[in-house]
């Protein structure tokens, strides 16, 4: 049976000051405002709407795993590890709070980056074959 469900069509962030997490997203990120009013702003961002939602003080789309780490829920692709080092560097100029690049036991490298809420986003250096082939 085929699954109906095509792809990811928006993905929801919880952030205290939408102006403040807008631009941010903006000038860090490069996204594309396509949409804001007083509750939320809708971000055009690899090839993604990202909703970011007025929320209360604390609020992040981390969770907390079995262990007590703190996890992302979110992981973006780069072209390759030359690719992730070049954002990674870029994000750490711009002021982003990045982490070290990591070797997890799988083909490929990561980091992980944070918006101003605390929201934790992971990034691999590999992409999916499902992109590789709509290239």
């Given at each position: 049976?085929?699954?109906?469900?095509?792809?990811?069509?928006?993905?929801?962030?919880?952030?205290?000051?939408?102006?403040?997490?807008?631009?941010?997203?903006?000038?860090?990120?490069?996204?594309?405002?396509?949409?804001?009013?007083?509750?939320?702003?809708?971000?055009?961002?690899?090839?993604?709407?990202?909703?970011?939602?007025?929320?209360?003080?604390?609020?992040?789309?981390?969770?907390?795993?079995?262990?007590?780490?703190?996890?992302?829920?979110?992981?973006?692709?780069?072209?390759?590890?030359?690719?992730?080092?070049?954002?990674?560097?870029?994000?750490?100029?711009?002021g982003v709070k990045t982490g070290e690049v990591e070797n997890r036991g799988h083909p490929g490298r990561n980091f992980v980056f944070y918006d101003l809420d605390g929201n934790a986003f992971d990034v691999w250096?590999?992409?999916?074959?499902?992109?590789?082939?709509?290239?």
């Amino acid at each position: 049976m085929n699954n109906p469900l095509q792809r990811v069509g928006t993905i929801y962030l919880p952030v205290e000051n939408l102006e403040k997490s807008t631009d941010w997203y903006i000038e860090k990120l490069a996204a594309e405002l396509t949409y804001k009013d007083l509750d939320k702003a809708i971000l055009n961002l690899a090839d993604q709407s990202f909703f970011l939602v007025r929320a209360n003080k604390g609020q992040s789309s981390n969770f907390m795993d079995v262990l007590g780490n703190t996890c992302f829920s979110l992981t973006f692709e780069v072209d390759g590890v030359n690719s992730l080092h070049a954002l990674r560097e870029d994000l750490l100029k711009k002021g982003v709070k990045t982490g070290e690049v990591e070797n997890r036991g799988h083909p490929g490298r990561n980091f992980v980056f944070y918006d101003l809420d605390g929201n934790a986003f992971d990034v691999w250096s590999e992409l999916s074959s499902t992109f590789e082939k709509k290239r």
